[in-house]
């Protein structure tokens, strides 16, 4: 985490981590097909790996956007202010979104009472699945609240 807060600074910093934390996601990726017996668990369960490879990858993405940072000048002031590019904005609010949908499904499935009869198991996807439609509801929700107020701010600032 350290390392993308330092790197995301400097435009080849940024492009060099993001480019080894793809090649990163890729060789755990290509370890898992070939050694059936590679295993990763963090916490309590083996598909924490295909997690960690996916938000390998999608700070990788993020990392290597070409405009990544754009500066433009500031009314009123002689320093040029940096802000994320739209593109990169887009690629990390998606990047969130699948996160965020994620995790949820994962709560989703873990909430779900499985000491009862196995017939209310076996809806414990289903029950992931209506928590990752809430939580990318409220994704959504506060992407749009974030972009009008960026928005507004940035008008707000070209009037005056």
């Not at 405009?67 to 320093?79: D, L, M, T, Y």
């Not at 709560?107 to 196995?118: F, I, K, L, M, N």
């Not at 996807?125 to 701010?153: C, Y």
């Amino acid at each position: 985490m350290a390392s993308v807060v330092v790197a995301v600074k400097d435009r080849a910093a940024r492009r060099v981590l993001g480019a080894i934390l793809l090649v990163l996601a890729v060789v755990l990726i290509v370890v898992k097909a070939a050694d059936s017996g590679f295993r990763f668990i963090w916490g309590n369960s083996e598909g924490e790996l295909i997690e960690l490879v996916i938000a390998l990858a999608f700070v990788g993405f993020v990392l290597v956007i070409p405009r990544f940072v754009v500066r433009e000048a500031v009314p009123g002031s002689s320093q040029p202010q940096a802000r994320m590019s739209g593109g990169a904005r887009a690629l990390t609010y998606f990047c969130l979104a699948a996160l965020v949908a994620l995790l949820a499904f994962g709560a989703g499935t873990a909430q779900a009472e499985c000491d009862a009869p196995a017939s209310d198991c076996d809806l414990a996807g289903l029950e992931g699945i209506l928590w990752a439609f809430v939580a990318l509801g409220g994704f959504v929700i506060v992407v749009i609240v974030t972009e009008v107020r960026r928005l507004v701010v940035r008008r707000s600032r070209e009037t005056d």
